[in-house]
């Protein structure tokens, strides 16, 4: 009966270790859509003594693994462990018990959306802890337990591999396998180990303490490369067998994680390796274990791959907008005597040898006829603009992308491709030239442009259109006002030209079919209004004086001529909520202003001597018909 019971639990524990076994596939699913593929344990070594070091393989997408060490092959008591980077591949356990036979295990973890998974156990190795050599153990021949190696790396996934039999995953050896923890192994192991002595059954073969890398070097036949083109290495000796070439990325500053990629290359019908991709890329050979080496990684740089067929290009220009024509900028500038420059670039997916092959560049003075009137009534300097190109390959890092974009050719085409080299190109002209013309030229056909409204400021950082339109406005004064004129008057009279003058945007009389004499005056190329592509306030308001277009807020230029020509003071203090005595302006917004219902409203309060306040509006016509309709352009002052 005794004996029976004995059964019965033997083949229950069988049956819990076959459960156990099977719970994981070589890649264990660890989450409902994330996979872990597990790793393997290349060797177990113990050299020194009290210590074991473990060499295992790298996992495609590890972030980290951990490994296992236990007197118990169970891992139910005794376990040490330790938690490694990923791009480490071995590891040391240290003060173990010397002579000891230990079991060792490691898995991988990864983590995913803040989560982490791990896979399966590796199975298991065991090695036997190296003792602390003494006199009297030198020299003597292991016996006995001769066949329990310093360095064994047999496979124990449940219980021990011993002899030649087959590996065991579930329960002990079967036939004529024996458990080695207190005998020699009987197999056909070949004979015992005898100090540092090659294992007889080993064949011949190195063993896995005795191997070593490919101490041989690699490179590429080249760093750059088109699409379709086949990457070729050279070797400074043979190799065993043939290495495998792979894309890598490093993450972090020490290398901790390694993605193996296949982005921008892979393996044709024929087993070789292509460009696939524009961009860069970093590349390994890795070399697999053999008989006399491990596994071996080596880098071999990273590359650059070109279209250099039919590459996209265009105006590098982060601020291109849906919808827009073209491609447009505002351009900070310095002006040195009447003259400034600027900066634009042309990005695209070639190479510079083909930029320069392909790609002219011209540029053209596009500034609109009525700016053009005002920078020579202010005696400007008008010089045409000048480019100069400078060509030059992107160094770039792994998977950097840059939109670059066509519109002339094909319409609007944005692309999210690389940008592997560009053109510099700087436009020097004289300060009154307010809109360049870039234009990009493909084998001589026009392939890309944009615009760019400099802005010009001194060597001091004063804006000089602040200089301009304060002498414009002052010029309108002293045609409109007169020496009897009250203050009052004279910021009525501002105030009256301006709304007759100037054209409210998003009217009729703004649209070039309606009004073709605004256009043709304040247009740019006759693509769009100058006020509508770029946005300078300070110059609207100086435009606005000649005939330009402006809203609601051109009440400002009003409160400028009270303060800075008239010599009144601004009443209203914002902190206070009060308005001083005397007499004065201040600007009302919103509910304080003329039209309370529109919130962004400005007018502008005057307040006379006598404590009288009135409330003045200026802005332009919301007419519905042409400049010659209306009459703007008879009591416009442009001399």
Not at 307 to 335: H, Q, R
Not at 451 to 465: F, H, I, Q, T
Not at 581 to 610: C, F, M, Q, R
Request: net charge neutral; hydrophobic share 30%; proline share 2%.
């Amino acid at each position: 009966m005794k004996n029976r019971l004995k059964q019965i639990i033997v083949w229950c524990m069988v049956a819990a270790l076959l459960c156990v076994n099977c719970s994981f596939t070589s890649e264990a699913k660890t989450g409902s859509k994330v996979t872990v593929p597990k790793t393997s344990i290349t060797s177990v070594r113990s050299r020194s003594a009290g210590q074991v070091t473990v060499r295992f393989k790298k996992s495609k997408k590890a972030g980290s693994y951990q490994i296992q060490i236990s007197t118990d092959k169970k891992f139910k008591k005794n376990v040490k462990s330790q938690k490694v980077s990923a791009g480490k591949k071995t590891v040391t356990f240290k003060k173990l018990k010397q002579g000891k036979k230990y079991y060792v295990r490691v898995r991988v973890y990864r983590t995913v959306k803040k989560k982490k998974y791990h896979s399966a156990w590796s199975k298991v190795k065991s090695v036997k802890v190296k003792k602390k050599t003494t006199k009297k153990d030198s020299g003597q021949k292991n016996t006995g337990d001769s066949n329990k190696s310093e360095n064994t790396t047999d496979v124990t996934d449940a219980t021990e591999n011993t002899g030649a039999t087959k590996d065991t995953d579930t329960a002990g050896n079967t036939g004529a396998a024996k458990d080695t923890d207190a005998t020699e192994n009987p197999g056909t192991t070949g004979g015992t180990n005898s100090g540092g002595q090659q294992d007889a059954g080993n064949g011949g073969q190195e063993s896995e303490d005795q191997k070593k890398e490919w101490d041989g070097t690699v490179e590429l036949e080249k760093m750059e490369y088109e699409l379709g083109d086949e990457i070729k290495v050279h070797y400074s000796k043979q190799p065993e067998c043939a290495g495998e070439i792979k894309e890598y990325y490093t993450y972090g500053n020490r290398g901790e994680y390694i993605d193996y990629t296949e982005r921008y290359t892979k393996k044709n019908e024929n087993g070789n390796m292509v460009c696939t991709s524009v961009g860069h890329t970093s590349l390994c050979i890795i070399f697999p274990e053999t008989e006399h080496y491990k596994e071996t990684w080596i880098a071999l740089g990273k590359v650059r791959i070109y279209n250099n067929e039919d590459p996209l290009g265009g105006f590098n220009l982060s601020g291109y907008k849906y919808g827009e024509t073209m491609k447009k900028e505002v351009e900070d500038i310095t002006v040195t005597n009447g003259t400034g420059s600027f900066c634009e670039w042309f990005a695209c997916e070639g190479n510079a040898a083909w930029l320069n092959e392909h790609i002219t560049f011209k540029v053209s003075d596009v500034t609109p006829k009525e700016y053009r009137n005002l920078m020579d009534w202010a005696d400007w300097n008008t010089s045409e603009p000048e480019i100069k190109v400078e060509t030059y390959n992107l160094k770039g890092v792994y998977g950097e992308t840059t939109s670059v974009t066509t519109s002339i050719t094909s319409g609007k085409i944005e692309f999210s491709g690389k940008a592997m080299s560009q053109c510099k190109l700087t436009v020097t002209a004289g300060a009154g030239v307010r809109v360049c013309r870039l234009d990009a030229y493909r084998d001589g056909v026009l392939y890309d442009t944009m615009y760019v409204a400099p802005k010009p400021y001194d060597e001091d950082g004063n804006l000089l259109d602040t200089e301009l339109y304060t002498k414009v406005r002052r010029n309108v004064e002293a045609k409109l006002w007169t020496d009897d004129m009250s203050n009052y008057d004279k910021l009525k009279t501002l105030a009256d030209y301006i709304s007759t003058t100037a054209h409210y945007p998003g009217y009729q009389c703004t649209q070039k079919d309606v009004n073709p004499t605004l256009w043709d005056g304040f247009s740019v190329d006759g693509i769009a209004l100058y006020y509508n592509m770029f946005n300078m306030p300070v110059l609207n308001r100086a435009m606005a004086l000649r005939g330009g277009i402006i809203t609601c807020v051109a009440i400002d230029i009003v409160c400028a001529a009270a303060e800075e020509d008239l010599r009144l003071n601004y009443l209203y203090d914002k902190a206070t909520d009060t308005v001083a005595e005397g007499e004065g302006v201040w600007l009302t917004i919103g509910d304080a202003s003329t039209n309370p219902s529109a919130g962004a409203h400005e007018s502008l309060a005057y307040k006379d001597a006598d404590g009288n306040i009135v409330y003045i509006d200026a802005q332009g016509r919301m007419a519905r018909n042409s400049c010659e309709e209306h009459g703007c352009l008879d009591k416009v002052i442009r001399d």
